[in-house]
């Protein structure tokens, strides 16, 4: 009758609430969390009791930003979109029958609304095509009354040319249209391209907030620094010594900090412990060590 703890779970992670202390509470909810879960505390006092209901000992807190908008200021955006580029409405129909490069991705994104109709009444987006791409898509993430919750993803091959904020624009403007008051945008404090994105179009900062991981925060791979990458390596390189799930994340973060070295080190520990590295040879991560005799010596051992 009088609750003191709560769980909340959205599509996207968990948040704790409440009373900490709550040692029943606590138990009962371990099995909402996997190994890797990651989730958000309304208060300080919680991080003391992560081991309480987190099967995971190497949890680490990262910022992310909380931005709003309750009018767009970028209105002139159709004239911007680069010569070559077509903006449209996002159709699940026609969605499902287009070839292009990521079409699927936006698709799979669509059908988390269950049936199409729930996404044209309860969600919506645009997306930018060139050719044979889908160069860049905004789709709204959540909808709550007259909040909305947008994103927006654009394909590395057609960055630095605006697309981001074009199809964004054009997402929120339709929203606004649609009768929502305010939108809201949720963004890593690392992904400086997030956060200016959002401001160009009329977002301002709301406020910051801690999330709880098990794994390296990022959006896109240049949003940490190599120090950053390093740091989470590192990280990684000490859980190793007692969980072995962690060898192939630690070994990527090498990877993106250009460090052949600690990745051959850290996939070398892995072999010693019988643990089969093979398919980590085809990882696309790995590409960028090709032409290095050291790595294709690595590969080539027995």
Same mark, same amino acid.
């Given at each position: 009758k009088n609750p003191k703890s709560a769980m909340i779970r959205t599509s996207e992670t968990i948040c704790l609430a409440g009373d900490p202390g709550n040692k029943y509470f606590n138990e009962e909810i371990k099995s909402e969390f996997d190994f890797f879960s990651f989730f958000i505390l309304d208060n300080p006092d919680w991080e003391k009791?992560?081991? #309480?209901?987190?099967?995971?000992?190497? *949890?680490r807190p990262y910022t992310r930003k909380y931005l709003t908008s309750r009018s767009l200021t970028y209105t002139d955006y159709m004239s911007k979109l680069p010569e070559g580029y077509e903006l449209i409405k996002i159709v699940p129909e026609e969605l499902e029958k287009m070839p292009h490069?990521?079409?699927?991705i936006v698709?799979?994104?669509?059908?988390?609304?269950?049936?199409?109709?729930?996404?044209?009444r309860n969600g919506g987006g645009y997306m930018i095509i060139k050719d044979n791409d889908i160069a860049s898509w905004s789709v709204t993430d959540c909808w709550y009354k007259d909040k909305v919750a947008i994103g927006i993803v654009t394909d590395s091959c057609h960055r630095k040319?605006?697309?981001?904020?074009?199809?964004?624009?054009?997402?929120? #403007?339709?929203?606004?249209?649609?009768? *929502?008051?305010?939108?809201d945008w949720l963004c890593i404090d690392i992904n400086r391209g997030s956060e200016s994105t959002s401001r160009k179009i009329g977002f301002s900062l709301r406020s910051t907030y801690t999330t709880y991981t098990a794994i390296a925060p990022y959006e896109n791979e240049t949003d940490p620094t190599r120090d950053g990458w390093l740091d989470w390596a590192d990280f990684y390189e000490k859980a190793c010594e007692t969980e072995s799930r962690y060898f192939f994340h630690c070994s990527e973060c090498y990877a993106k900090a250009y460090d052949v070295e600690g990745v051959i080190r850290v996939l070398s520990k892995a072999r010693e412990q019988k643990i089969d590295i093979e398919n980590q040879f085809v990882n696309p991560i790995f590409d960028r060590f090709s032409d290095k005799g050291r790595w294709r010596d690595f590969v080539n051992e027995k």
């Open positions: 009791k992560i081991s #309480e209901f987190h099967p995971n000992p190497f *949890i490069k990521n079409a699927n698709l799979k994104w669509v059908k988390n609304y269950g049936i199409y109709d729930n996404f044209k040319r605006g697309l981001a904020a074009i199809a964004s624009a054009a997402n929120a #403007e339709d929203l606004f249209k649609r009768g *929502i008051f305010e939108l």
